[in-house]
Structure formats: structure tokens, C-alpha cells
């Protein structure tokens, strides 16, 4: 097959998450391919969106409870860790303009078991969170509409985010733009609320607002080590979703510019929308009275006497989990539509609409979803059926972070000149990566530590012995190895190119 010639990432209209290679003008006219359509201010909001998961709104009722205040400390240290990950997946996607999704250069410098593991695990990992945000949208439902079946909201959701999908790449930016700014606002106005509340002398039944409920309620570490420890349980599911900035790439306008600007504002959100919501929320109620599976947010509006506010809190939960969905029907429907492009999923999800969206893999993913209605009907708790899925998505999530860090660090020993010529190097290096490895072994223990976390991490494995069996029979077929062939080659011609801009920038920076 001709490689095509390499365009800049600005004119790269003909591109998929996993795709590999830029059209030529004779492949655009046999099919539609992927579009550049994400603005700048798109990509901002979808890093943050993916930055505020469902996990901040329902699950910190649970952390707070278990961790007591130093629930800030847990936010802290797992937001600085997955900033580094975040910087290595930068690094590395601008490093090859050809690398689409994490996917790409997993394959590329580990071997194409990586990228195949990769790709599915992380299509798994957003099925099983869509499914858990259906369960969180059904919750919430129920609260805003007492005695609705829990069905009724479930499908809804699906169908509107399928129809929100099927449109253009353009109008999921603008979906999840919009979805964003609202979290925002809400998160915003929580913020500021609380912060009356206190410098006004509020009194409710539980005492007086004040930033003394930090620390006067048993310390900041109230329930010991332990108690610090299984903060990190759910907290760690919070974040998932940070690295769907990351998926963008092939539909990005500017990567070079638009990426680092979202990945460096990483540690602003953390800041923010996390420690700054909780210092707030345990400043106007002590953490002795958070509990798991009521949502913090919503309570201190009502606390406030602002009903009407908590209502209009209650719907904000509600989008934010819609959000959560929409990017997860995204990603992997983005994420299938690439496994197809290489033979490592059915040719069926290989084809594009008219609007250049992936349909087939899209109602792959919506059907999958409405799996969550069923487990809801499963059990009798929905909080018990939402910290399953959590954690399962949880351990699935800390897996490809793992292999994003992997990869970085055969970067380092295969292309070191790639890295010297990197203008957007990791900071900290090889020892930061191993320093967030240990973090992840770290994360991986404290899930053993209470029974239902234990369960999901003793049966998470069940999807890599299901992996590798399939990966067993496809490894050697020879429309796979094909594929893979002419992936090598076409990175192959990008890293050439880079390496020339690479060369022109150190020549002019010795001219001048």
C-alpha cells in the first residue's frame, strides 16, 4: 500500500483514534474518514469534564465518610500522580504525529499485544462506567421524580446520547462543552455559597460553618491510616476519564498547541474542583455527617435552605453523570471503530455515516450500556451495584495508565533523540514513572482492603484471561499482520519527518 505524504496535524482531516495512516487524495475518495472538528475551547472543556467525573458528585459522600478530612490529602496525591501520566501521554502523542490514542504508541513501542490489550481494556473500562453513570442517572431520577421506574430514566439516557452522537464529532464537542461549563458553574457556586456560609457565622443542627470543622472533629486523620487509605478506593474512580483528552487527538484542530494547553491546566482543576469543593463542604458540615451514597453537594444547598438550589443541584448530579455517559459512548465507540480499522475487532464497526461518525460501533456501545438497567434490578441496593462497577472500572483504568507509562519509558531507551527534541518533555523523568508505579501498587492494595472493592479486584482478571485467549487466535492472522505492517511503515515516515523538524529547529536555534 503507498504511504500517503505527511501532512501537518492542522490540515490531518483523515484521521481515526487508532488509524495508520493520513489519507491520500484516492483513499478520501473510497471512504469517509474522521474530521478535525474539536476547537481548542472544545478540547478544554472535555479535559475538564473528563477531570469532574460522576465519582466527585456521588461517590465523595462515601470517601469523606471513610477518610474524614484528610479526603483533600487522597484528592491531592491522586490528581499530582495522574498529572505525570497525563504529561507522558502528551509527550509521546506529540512525538509521532501518526500516533492517534495511547493505543497507537502502545502498539508502536511495546508490540501489538500492547495496543490490542490496550484498546479493548480501555474500550471495557468506559462500558463499564457508562453503565455505572446509568446507574448514578436512575439513582438521581428517582430523587428528583419518587416512584419513577428506574428503567424509564436508564433507557432515556441511552437513546439521547446515541442521537447526540450519530450527529457530527462537532456536536459532541458541543454537547460535552456545554455538559462541562455546567459542572463548572455548579461547582462554582457551591464554592461560593459555602464560603458565605461561613464568614456569616451559619448554625445548623450539626453547629456553626466554620473552617475549625476541618480539624476538630478527631483531626484530619480521624479514622487513622486506614481510614486515609480507603478514601483512595472510590477517589481513584473520580479521575477516571482525565485521559480522554488523549482520545481526541485525531479529531483535534492544532494538537501541538490545543493538547499541551489542556494537560498542563490539569493540576488548576484538581485544585479547584476537588480540594476546594471538599474544604467547603467539610467547613459547613462536619465530615461526621457525610454518608455513602447521598451526595454532598445536593445536602448543603438544602442545608442552606435553598431548596429550589438543591433541586437545580440534583439536576446538575444528573448531567454530570449524562457527561460522564456521553464521553464514555465517545471514546469507545472512537476506540472500536480503530480495533476494526486493524483487524482486531469484527469489519462490521469498520464503516463511517455520512456525517463521518462510526454508527456501527456506536450502537455497540449504547447497547452494551443498557446492561446497566438490568444490574440495577439485580440487586436490591444501587449503591452496592455502583461500587462494584466502580472499582472494576477502576483497576481497568489504573491498567492502561500503566501501559501509558510503560510505553514512556521504552520511549526513553528507543528514541531517546525524539526526547531531546521533545517540547513537551515529562517532568521528572523515569524516576516520576516508577515513583507513580509504586503509587498504583499502592492504589491496587488498598482495594484489598475492605470485602466489596476485594470482590470486583478478584474478578477484573477474568477480562485479561478473556483477552488473551483472543488475542491468542489473532495474533497470527494475516489480515492482522498486515495491518500491522503498514502501520510500522507509515509511523515510520512520520518519524522521519520529525526527526527533520526536529534537525531544523536545533539548525536555526545554532543560526541565531
Same mark, same amino acid.
Request: proline content about 5%; glycine content about 8%.
Given at each position: 500500500?503507498?504511504?500517503?505524504?505527511?501532512?501537518?496535524?492542522?490540515? %490531518?482531516?483523515?484521521?481515526?483514534?487508532?488509524?495508520?495512516?493520513?489519507?491520500?487524495?484516492?483513499?478520501?475518495?473510497?471512504?469517509?474518514?474522521?474530521?478535525?472538528?474539536?476547537?481548542?475551547?472544545?478540547?478544554? &472543556?472535555?479535559?475538564?469534564?473528563?477531570?469532574?467525573?460522576?465519582?466527585?458528585?456521588?461517590?465523595?459522600?462515601?470517601?469523606?465518610?471513610?477518610?474524614?478530612?484528610?479526603?483533600?490529602?487522597?484528592?491531592?496525591?491522586? #490528581?499530582?500522580?495522574?498529572?505525570?501520566?497525563?504529561?507522558?501521554?502528551? $509527550?509521546?502523542?506529540?512525538?509521532?504525529?501518526?500516533?492517534? %490514542?495511547?493505543? !497507537?504508541?502502545?502498539? !508502536?513501542?511495546? #508490540?501489538?499485544?500492547?495496543?490490542?490489550?490496550?484498546?479493548?481494556? =480501555?474500550?471495557? /473500562?468506559?462500558?463499564?462506567?457508562?453503565?455505572?453513570?446509568?446507574?448514578?442517572?436512575?439513582?438521581?431520577?428517582?430523587?428528583?421524580?419518587?416512584?419513577?421506574?428506574?428503567?424509564?430514566?436508564?433507557?432515556?439516557?441511552?437513546?439521547?446520547? @446515541?442521537?447526540?452522537?450519530?450527529? *457530527?464529532?462537532?456536536?459532541?464537542?458541543?454537547?460535552?462543552?456545554?455538559?462541562?461549563?455546567?459542572?463548572?458553574?455548579?461547582?462554582?457556586?457551591?464554592?461560593?455559597?459555602?464560603?458565605?456560609?461561613?464568614?456569616?457565622? +451559619?448554625?445548623?443542627?450539626?453547629?456553626?460553618?466554620?473552617?475549625?470543622? &476541618?480539624?476538630?472533629?478527631?483531626?484530619?486523620?480521624?479514622?487513622?491510616?486506614?481510614?486515609?487509605?480507603?478514601?483512595?478506593?472510590?477517589?481513584?474512580?473520580?479521575?477516571?476519564?482525565?485521559?480522554?483528552?488523549?482520545?481526541?487527538?485525531?479529531?483535534?484542530?492544532?494538537?501541538?498547541?490545543?493538547?499541551?494547553?489542556?494537560?498542563?491546566?490539569?493540576?488548576?482543576?484538581?485544585?479547584?474542583?476537588?480540594?476546594?469543593?471538599?474544604?467547603? @463542604?467539610?467547613?459547613?458540615?462536619?465530615?461526621?455527617?457525610?454518608?455513602?451514597?447521598?451526595?454532598?453537594?445536593?445536602?448543603?444547598?438544602?442545608?442552606?435552605? @435553598?431548596?429550589?438550589?438543591?433541586?437545580?443541584?440534583? @439536576?446538575?448530579?444528573?448531567?454530570?453523570?449524562?457527561?460522564?455517559?456521553? %464521553?464514555?459512548?465517545?471514546?469507545?465507540?472512537?476506540?472500536? =471503530?480503530?480495533?476494526?480499522? $486493524?483487524? !482486531?475487532?469484527?469489519?462490521?464497526?469498520?464503516?463511517?455515516?455520512?456525517?463521518?461518525?462510526?454508527?456501527?460501533?456506536?450502537?455497540?456501545? /449504547?447497547?452494551?450500556?443498557?446492561? #446497566?438497567?438490568?444490574?440495577? =434490578?439485580?440487586?436490591?441496593?444501587?449503591?452496592?451495584?455502583? !461500587?462494584?462497577? *466502580?472499582?472494576?472500572?477502576?483497576? /481497568?483504568?489504573?491498567?492502561?495508565?500503566?501501559?501509558?507509562?510503560? %510505553? =514512556?519509558?521504552?520511549?526513553?531507551?528507543?528514541?531517546?533523540?525524539?526526547?531531546?527534541?521533545?517540547?513537551?518533555?515529562?517532568?521528572?523523568?523515569?524516576?516520576?514513572?516508577?515513583?507513580?508505579?509504586? +503509587?498504583?501498587?499502592?492504589?491496587?492494595?488498598?482495594?484489598?482492603?475492605?470485602?466489596?472493592? &476485594? &470482590?470486583?479486584?478478584?474478578?477484573?482478571?477474568?477480562?485479561?484471561?478473556?483477552?488473551?485467549?483472543?488475542?491468542?487466535?489473532?495474533?497470527?492472522?494475516?489480515?492482522?499482520?498486515?495491518?500491522?505492517? $503498514?502501520?510500522?511503515?507509515?509511523?515510520?515516515?512520520?518519524?522521519?519527518?520529525?526527526?527533520?523538524?526536529?534537525?531544523?529547529?536545533?539548525?536555526?536555534?545554532?543560526?541565531?
Amino acid at each position: 500500500m503507498k504511504r500517503a505524504p505527511h501532512l501537518p496535524p492542522q490540515h %490531518s482531516s483523515s484521521i481515526n483514534p487508532r488509524s495508520k495512516h493520513v489519507s491520500s487524495k484516492t483513499t478520501t475518495a473510497e471512504a469517509p474518514h474522521l474530521e478535525r472538528q474539536l476547537s481548542n475551547r472544545h478540547i478544554q &472543556l472535555i479535559a475538564i469534564g473528563g477531570a469532574i467525573g460522576t465519582g466527585l458528585f456521588m461517590g465523595s459522600g462515601k470517601t469523606i465518610s471513610a477518610a474524614g478530612p484528610s479526603v483533600i490529602f487522597v484528592y491531592m496525591i491522586i #490528581g499530582f500522580m495522574l498529572f505525570f501520566v497525563m504529561r507522558a501521554m502528551g $509527550e509521546l502523542l506529540l512525538s509521532n504525529l501518526h500516533y492517534k %490514542s495511547f493505543s !497507537d504508541f502502545a502498539a !508502536d513501542l511495546l #508490540g501489538p499485544w500492547a495496543g490490542f490489550f490496550t484498546g479493548w481494556t =480501555y474500550w471495557f /473500562c468506559w462500558v463499564i462506567t457508562g453503565i455505572a453513570d446509568v446507574i448514578a442517572i436512575a439513582a438521581y431520577s428517582e430523587e428528583l421524580w419518587p416512584g419513577v421506574p428506574l428503567w424509564i430514566p436508564g433507557i432515556a439516557t441511552v437513546i439521547i446520547l @446515541l442521537v447526540l452522537n450519530l450527529a *457530527t464529532v462537532r456536536a459532541f464537542g458541543e454537547t460535552e462543552f456545554w455538559f462541562a461549563l455546567i459542572k463548572i458553574i455548579a461547582i462554582a457556586a457551591l464554592i461560593i455559597v459555602g464560603l458565605f456560609m461561613i464568614f456569616s457565622g +451559619f448554625q445548623s443542627d450539626a453547629g456553626p460553618a466554620t473552617f475549625t470543622n &476541618l480539624w476538630s472533629h478527631g483531626g484530619f486523620f480521624p479514622n487513622e491510616f486506614m481510614g486515609f487509605v480507603a478514601g483512595f478506593q472510590i477517589a481513584v474512580f473520580a479521575f477516571v476519564g482525565i485521559e480522554l483528552v488523549g482520545t481526541t487527538a485525531a479529531e483535534a484542530k492544532d494538537p501541538e498547541k490545543n493538547l499541551p494547553k489542556a494537560i498542563n491546566s490539569i493540576p488548576i482543576r484538581v485544585l479547584l474542583f476537588y480540594v476546594g469543593a471538599l474544604i467547603i @463542604l467539610m467547613s459547613v458540615t462536619p465530615w461526621t455527617q457525610f454518608q455513602a451514597g447521598q451526595s454532598p453537594f445536593i445536602a448543603m444547598f438544602s442545608l442552606a435552605g @435553598l431548596g429550589a438550589a438543591a433541586t437545580v443541584v440534583n @439536576l446538575v448530579v444528573l448531567s454530570s453523570a449524562m457527561s460522564s455517559a456521553n %464521553s464514555g459512548i465517545y471514546s469507545t465507540s472512537r476506540m472500536v =471503530y480503530g480495533l476494526a480499522q $486493524e483487524g !482486531d475487532a469484527p469489519s462490521v464497526f469498520n464503516r463511517l455515516s455520512r456525517r463521518k461518525v462510526p454508527q456501527n460501533a456506536l450502537f455497540l456501545s /449504547c447497547i452494551l450500556l443498557l446492561s #446497566g438497567v438490568i444490574l440495577m =434490578y439485580a440487586g436490591s441496593d444501587i449503591g452496592k451495584a455502583f !461500587d462494584m462497577v *466502580t472499582t472494576v472500572a477502576a483497576v /481497568c483504568f489504573v491498567f492502561v495508565w500503566s501501559i501509558i507509562l510503560a %510505553s =514512556y519509558l521504552k520511549f526513553r531507551t528507543r528514541r531517546p533523540h525524539l526526547h531531546e527534541a521533545s517540547k513537551f518533555k515529562m517532568p521528572g523523568g523515569i524516576p516520576m514513572v516508577w515513583l507513580v508505579f509504586a +503509587f498504583f501498587a499502592f492504589v491496587l492494595w488498598a482495594l484489598t482492603t475492605q470485602p466489596d472493592t &476485594l &470482590l470486583a479486584l478478584l474478578v477484573t482478571p477474568l477480562w485479561f484471561v478473556m483477552l488473551g485467549v483472543a488475542w491468542f487466535i489473532i495474533r497470527k492472522r494475516p489480515s492482522h499482520l498486515t495491518r500491522y505492517a $503498514e502501520f510500522q511503515r507509515d509511523l515510520a515516515g512520520e518519524q522521519v519527518a520529525a526527526e527533520e523538524r526536529a534537525a531544523g529547529r536545533e539548525k536555526a536555534l545554532r543560526e541565531s
